[in-house]
């Protein structure tokens, strides 16, 4: 009997030829670098090259799971490698390497495989992050599903960066970078099969560049990707590690407006909803107008705007439209699992 | 966002505020004893709460929140009907997303899931028979729950099905009525509500005429409202007006979507399917008479209950929960005793904290921390924090 190469198989995994060959046909033509190619079992990492860009390295890793893997925007690969390097980014660290690990279900179409590989590859090395290690695992089908994702990360902090949550001060503002919602909206539509024509798609993208000029700016107190939970559960973070509360103003969110249609149409809360290309930062007052004109020059952070400020009051609240201001509370559960 | 924003324009707002201000000077109503208007639906509750109406209201006028959230005064008992018929190894059920939640006795649907039911959540009816089509050999049970809002697509769709010849699909009939419920509440003993915002969704199939009987036999004035802030501060002075002008009639504010005879297909189809059925239990309110609404028996085939008989099943509440009093405007929702403490959204006890829309929810989700003293959430922040 042939085997079947149109989809992956337990062969795949089994660390046998078929294994060898998919890694090298598939995984290290598209993330061909010195690191990887030297095909040991770890990468090997010159800390004198990292030592040069700062003194502290950033270390993170996230699973993605996301339901579907393909979707206006992007794909679960190209999640995978933007939500991994933006944890690194909003923690004042330069990314550089990546690693990533794979959990194929068997059956999994090798078509979709390669798009997710290809494209993971492309948003890397566009970010000039190097995918420098890997793993790959099949699972029988209905252990997982078609595909998941994790990649770790490490990065270099400059040595004169120092962004945390512990350094949010009152009457401090709070700035988002760009228009809310758009990747929890695209993929409930297509999850939920609204079959709504939104005009929308996943904001999914490397933040690394829009946030490069802001490690040079004094005042930059505390950043955060805006990711599951959204804008409102990064304002809870900022505000039970620091002990302050924030006050947003409603009228001032960017929101597109085929997202808040969908938020009216079934009572969500856009602050709610799930961004992958979006951050959240604290800065003094000071730095207000400077951190948005950076932000702004770059065109992810083209509809940057301040939402709100740091209050001595320790309660996350949001002034509505008519003026009166509420309590903001996190939702005990999110409105939509699986969305990255 | 057309639709949306005119209805909320802060200017107009503010005028509409101020001409509510200066009306109510001249009820004879007072801060002590303020008129309270009852909003019967879980929508304009939580507009209420969302956009802080309440706030902006003058001292001689107050919400109370009704019964009408249909997913909040669902019977435990019939939670674990479904829940027993979703354990079916061939069945699929279909529920809104709403009530996937409510606990039962046995715990809710999305536990049942847990347990490895096929349970999923559509928009529409019309979805659940979607999937009757694609599954002949699986038997497909819709969770049919609501108001006379939700009643034609369920009837719709089970023309459909009969049309279709389906014999895989059913529903299970939590429908209710509202207006014996209204009537309900009025006939209580001490019952303090003097004017009602009626439902503009109920209103837009039923028209206005059911609820006459408010104005002529138990002398309380009823505005049909939309759920905007606009169209809510509009209804709260029409109905201030209409005590200033000692008049007591259903006037309908709600003009841009609700025709005075209401929807006449709608209340065709509703005809043809279903029935009322006697008295049904109301979980908050106990049994109301002429509540209960069920198939016809041309569309009994349809009735999940027949097909997979589950056990009849009655669990009281807990005698604690005030949900009752919230609901007859007795009390407010933080002055139960379980309030945010045995009862909150994720371990709801009483009805009112089921549903996002119930009182008791929209409370504990706009306000809660405003019963707490600031030094108190201070020490709570600090110890999180530490």
């Not at chain 1, 929890?184 to 560049?209: F, H, K, W, Y």
């Not at chain 2, 841009?256 to 008295?279: D, Y």
């Amino acid at each position: 009997m042939s085997e079947r190469n149109d989809v992956v198989t337990m062969a795949h995994g089994s660390g046998g030829r078929a294994m060898q060959q998919m890694i090298e046909r598939m995984f290290l033509s598209a993330f061909d670098n010195p690191w990887l190619n030297e095909r040991e079992d770890g990468a090997r990492l010159s800390l004198a090259a990292m030592s040069e860009q700062g003194d502290r390295l950033a270390f993170t890793t996230d699973s993605y799971v996301i339901d579907p893997i393909f979707f206006p925007g992007g794909n679960i690969g190209k999640l995978a490698v933007c939500g991994t390097a933006n944890d690194l980014s909003v923690s004042g660290a330069i990314p550089a390497y990546l690693s990533c690990g794979f959990i194929l279900e068997e059956g999994l179409p090798m078509d979709d495989l390669q798009k997710i590989v290809s494209l993971m590859a492309q948003t890397a090395r566009e970010a000039g992050i190097a995918i420098v290690t890997g793993d790959t695992k099949v699972v029988q089908r209905g252990a997982a599903d078609k595909i998941f994702i994790n990649t770790a990360g490490i990065g270099v902090i400059p040595g004169d960066v120092a962004w945390g949550a512990g350094q949010i001060q009152c009457g401090d503002k709070v700035i988002v970078s760009g228009t809310l919602g758009d990747h929890g909206a695209t993929i409930l539509n297509l999850r939920e099969q609204l079959g709504m024509d939104l005009g929308i798609q996943s904001d999914c993208a490397v933040l690394a560049p829009m946030v490069a000029p802001l490690r040079a700016v004094s005042g930059v107190h505390a950043l955060r990707d805006a990711t599951r939970g959204g804008v409102n559960a990064i304002l809870h973070e900022f505000s039970e590690a620091s002990g302050f509360g924030i006050s947003i103003d409603e009228n001032a969110l960017p929101v597109k407006s085929a997202v808040r249609g969908i938020c009216e149409l079934l009572g969500l809360e856009p602050l709610n909803f799930a961004n992958e290309g979006k951050l959240v930062a604290v800065v003094s007052a000071q730095a207000e107008e400077r951190v948005l004109n950076l932000l702004r020059k770059h065109p992810l952070g083209a509809d940057a705007a301040t939402i709100g400020e740091v209050t001595e009051n320790p309660q996350v609240c949001l002034r509505g439209a008519l003026g009166v201001s509420r309590q903001l509370m996190l939702p005990h559960t999110e409105p939509l699992p699986r969305i990255c | 966002m057309r639709f949306v924003d005119e209805f909320r324009d802060p200017k107009l707002a503010k005028t509409l505020i101020e001409r509510l201000h200066k009306r109510a000077a001249q009820l004879p109503y007072t801060a002590e004893k303020p008129m309270q208007i009852m909003e019967v639906c879980g929508g304009h509750t939580h507009a209420i709460f969302k956009f802080g109406l309440d706030k902006l209201l003058p001292p001689q006028l107050e919400f109370i929140h009704g019964p009408g959230c249909p997913v909040c005064v669902l019977p435990m008992g019939r939670i674990d009907a479904c829940c027993e018929i979703a354990a079916h190894p061939d069945v699929i059920f279909c529920t809104f997303g709403d009530a996937l939640r409510v606990p039962g006795k046995q715990g809710s649907l999305l536990n049942a899931r847990e347990r490895g039911a096929d349970v999923r959540v559509v928009y529409s009816p019309l979805d659940a028979l979607k999937l009757a089509r694609e599954n002949p050999q699986r038997q497909v049970v819709f969770f049919a729950l609501g108001f006379e809002t939700t009643l034609p697509v369920t009837a719709v769709t089970l023309q459909q099905a009969r049309r279709e010849g389906l014999t895989n699909f059913s529903v299970f009939c939590q429908h209710i009525s509202l207006i014996p419920t209204l009537r309900s509440l009025l006939q209580q003993d001490d019952v303090r509500i003097d004017a009602f915002l009626a439902p503009g969704h109920v209103s837009m199939v039923i028209g206005t005429a059911p609820y006459h009987f408010i104005n002529t036999q138990f002398g309380k004035p009823l505005v049909v409202s939309g759920f905007e802030p606009l169209d809510m501060l509009q209804s709260v002075l029409m109905l201030v007006e209409q005590v200033c002008e000692a008049s007591c009639k259903t006037e309908n504010q709600y003009r841009r979507i609700v025709p005075e005879e209401g929807n006449v297909l709608a209340q065709n189809a509703i005809r043809e399917v279903f029935q009322l059925s006697g008295s049904s239990e109301w979980r908050g309110l106990g049994l109301i008479e002429a509540s209960g609404i069920s198939l016809t028996e041309t569309y009994s085939a349809f009735d999940a209950e027949r097909r997979f008989r589950p056990q009849t099943q009655s669990v009281a509440d807990d005698p604690r929960s005030r949900c009752g009093d919230v609901l007859t405007g007795r009390c407010k929702p933080h002055e139960c005793p379980l309030f945010g403490t045995g009862c909150t959204p994720h371990n709801a006890f009483g009805a009112l904290m089921v549903s996002s829309e119930g009182a008791c929810a929209a409370w504990y989700q706009y306000r809660y921390l405003e019963n707490e003293p600031a030094q108190e959430q201070q020490e709570m922040k600090q110890k999180v924090a530490g």
